[in-house]
């Protein structure tokens, strides 16, 4: 089983959709989690930081279910430049909390 | 702006050559990176140095052999290098468990 993995993509949905795309995680000592976003030739960057509360940035809101290993990133709304790939990010946990580990990606296309 | 600068953006190379990719932050950041990307695929970890010492070596062929000479600096020597080794070379300093990437080095193995 993969440390982190994401729904397959790609995801293909026209302007003003919301979208959700999940992701889980083997370890349960991880302790920090994130969902980054990565156009391509580009480098990821950060989208935002997954709390066991939930928050809310705007058109994103990111959830941690830690009693199942997974978080989820939901896309309200969704604009033509929200196309990329959306890495999830988990760290590895105990004395390898500086390990942080990909997922696979999911890639979003928002059409027209 | 990304505030990690990597050099160079891109690197053609022999197999027989030796090169360096450099990589600099001015954030403070006492963790530094080095990830591999190939194409459609995500990074992958391949060194994580912490307080300017190597902590996590992804068991990295040794024509791959990182430096880090301060806590601003982080060099990857690169070294009889493989076609395979060809990809997106990317440099991260992180705080608060939060990676902060540079544009990456892309690298050709002809």
């Known amino acids: 089983r993969k440390e982190v993995e994401q729904d397959p993509g790609p995801f293909n949905v026209p302007e003003g959709a919301t979208v959700a795309f999940n992701c889980t995680y083997s370890?349960?000592?991880?302790?920090?989690f994130f969902w980054y976003r990565q156009d391509c030739r580009k480098e990821p960057k950060l989208l935002m930081s997954?709390?066991?509360s939930g928050n809310e940035d705007g058109r994103f809101t990111a959830q941690l279910n830690r009693a199942s290993q997974y978080i989820s990133l939901l896309i309200r709304d969704s604009k033509l430049s929200d196309s990329a790939t959306y890495l999830c990010v988990v760290n590895k946990g105990g004395d390898s909390s500086y390990k942080l580990i990909f997922g696979s990606g999911t890639r979003l296309l928002v059409r027209p | 702006d990304t505030e990690v600068t990597q050099t160079p953006k891109h690197l053609v190379m022999g197999m027989t050559n030796k090169k360096s990719l450099k990589c600099e932050q001015h954030?403070?950041?006492?963790?530094m990176y080095w990830y591999k990307q190939k194409a459609k695929k995500p990074p992958e970890l391949m060194f994580v140095?912490?307080?300017?010492?190597?902590?996590i070596n992804e068991s990295v062929p040794s024509r791959f052999s990182p430096e880090c000479p301060n806590s601003s600096l982080l060099n990857l020597h690169l070294h009889a290098l493989q076609p395979e080794d060809s990809a997106l070379y990317l440099c991260?300093?992180?705080?608060?468990?939060?990676?902060?990437f540079g544009s990456g080095t892309q690298l050709s193995v002809l």
């Open positions: 991260a300093s992180s705080h608060t468990g939060k990676l902060f």
């Open positions: 954030m403070g950041h006492r963790a």
């Open positions: 370890n349960s000592a991880s302790q920090s």
């Open positions: 997954v709390y066991s």
């Open positions: 140095y912490s307080y300017e010492k190597l902590s």
